[in-house]
């Protein structure tokens, strides 16, 4: 099945894809498409707009100083090879 017409954004920074997703309440955000695009596949999620994140630099940091921030685009194999999430948070690695 094919999913329904929706717009496609390809924002170059952070400040862009919070404009789009603020002017777009029903857009829904890309980041890797393992669960949003077999969801519009089957019809289950039908966003006006796609406001795909993959562009965006900056969204691939770590930081660990109390809690964990960890950016959307990061990786599985980013968050096994980092050995600051090692010790305060084992059940990530």
Known sequence: MYPTQF??????????AVSLLSSNPDAKLLAGGHSLIPAMKLRLSAPGAIVDLNGVSGLTNMSVNGGATIGALTTYRQLLDNADLKGPFPIIS
Not at 7 to 16: G, L
């Open 7 to 16: 717009e496609y954004h390809k924002p170059s920074s952070v400040q862009e």
